[in-house]
T-cell receptor
Framework: KNEVEQSPQNLTAQEGEFITINCSYS?????LHWLQQHPGGGIVSLFM???GKKKHGRLIATINIQEKHSSLHITASHPRDSAVYIC??????????????FGKGTKLTVNP | DTEVTQTPKHLVMGMTNKKSLKCEQH?????MYWYKQKAKKPPELMFV???????INESVPSRFSPECPNSSLLNLHLHALQPEDSALYLC????????????FGSGTQLSVL
C-alpha cells in the first residue's frame, strides 16, 4: 500500500462546479504539500500546510492531522483549472533528513 | 524573480552521448533538487543539494552525475544513458529544505535513443 493515497484518480467536472480532491497518508508527517502540474510538465506549489486550513483565491486546502487526511477544494471551477493535482507529504528519512513522498496525482478536467 | 529556469526544454541523445542539464535560480535558495518523472507517474527524488553540498542521493545510477557549482546553479551530467532513462527531469529549489515551499522548473523532456 502506498504511503500517500489520492482519490479520485480522475475527475471530470463542468465549469462552475465545486471540486474536492482527497489525500490520505499512513505515516507521521511534518507537513503536506499540494502541487499542480499542467500538461507540459511545470509544477506549481499551491499550498504547504501542517494544520488547519489555508485559502488562496478559489482554492482551499484543509488538513486533519489526527485522521491523516487532507482535502483540496476548488470553488467555481474553470477550464484553466484542468491539471494534475499532486499531494506530497514531508516525513523523516534515514540519517535524520526529511523527504517528500508523493501521491499518484488526480487528473482534473473541467469542461466549459 | 521567483523562477527556476531549466535548459534545455527538450533533449534527444544517444546511449553513447554525454550531455548536461542545467538549472538556475536567483531567489537565494540554498536547497536544490533533481527529480525524475515518468509519464503519468509522480516525481521521484534523485538528488538534494543543501548549501552546495550533496545531502541526499536516492541510490541513483552513476551514469547520472549532479554538480552544484554555486548556490544559484545545479547541473545534471548524463553519460551512457539507457532508453529507460527517458523521462521528464525536474529541478526544484527551496529556501533551506523540505520545510519550505518548493519552486519547480518546467523540466527537461529527455529522450534516449
Amino acid at each position: 500500500k502506498n504511503e500517500v493515497e489520492q482519490s479520485p484518480q480522475n475527475l471530470t467536472a463542468q465549469e462552475g462546479e465545486f471540486i474536492t480532491i482527497n489525500c490520505s497518508y499512513s505515516v507521521g508527517i511534518s507537513a503536506l504539500h499540494w502541487l499542480q502540474q499542467h500538461p507540459g510538465g511545470g509544477i506549481v506549489s499551491l499550498f504547504m500546510l501542517s494544520s488547519g486550513k489555508k485559502k488562496h483565491g478559489r482554492l482551499i486546502a484543509t488538513i486533519n492531522i489526527q485522521e491523516k487526511h487532507s482535502s483540496l477544494h476548488i470553488t467555481a471551477s474553470h477550464p484553466r483549472d484542468s491539471a494534475v493535482y499532486i499531494c506530497a507529504v514531508r516525513r523523516g528519512a534515514q540519517g535524520g533528513s526529511e523527504k517528500l513522498v508523493f501521491g499518484k496525482g488526480t487528473k482534473l478536467t473541467v469542461n466549459p | 524573480d521567483t523562477e527556476v529556469t531549466q535548459t534545455p526544454k527538450h533533449l534527444v541523445m544517444g546511449m553513447t552521448n554525454k550531455k548536461s542539464l542545467k538549472c538556475e535560480q536567483h531567489m537565494g535558495h540554498r536547497a536544490m533538487y533533481w527529480y525524475k518523472q515518468k509519464a503519468k507517474k509522480p516525481p521521484e527524488l534523485m538528488f538534494v543539494y543543501s548549501y552546495e553540498k550533496l545531502s541526499i542521493n536516492e541510490s541513483v545510477p552513476s551514469r547520472f552525475s549532479p554538480e552544484c557549482p554555486n548556490s544559484s546553479l545545479l547541473n545534471l551530467h548524463l553519460h551512457a544513458l539507457q532508453p529507460e532513462d527517458s523521462a521528464l527531469y525536474l529541478c526544484a529549489s527551496s529556501r533551506t529544505g523540505f520545510v519550505e515551499k518548493l519552486f519547480f522548473g518546467s523540466g527537461t523532456q529527455l529522450s534516449v535513443l
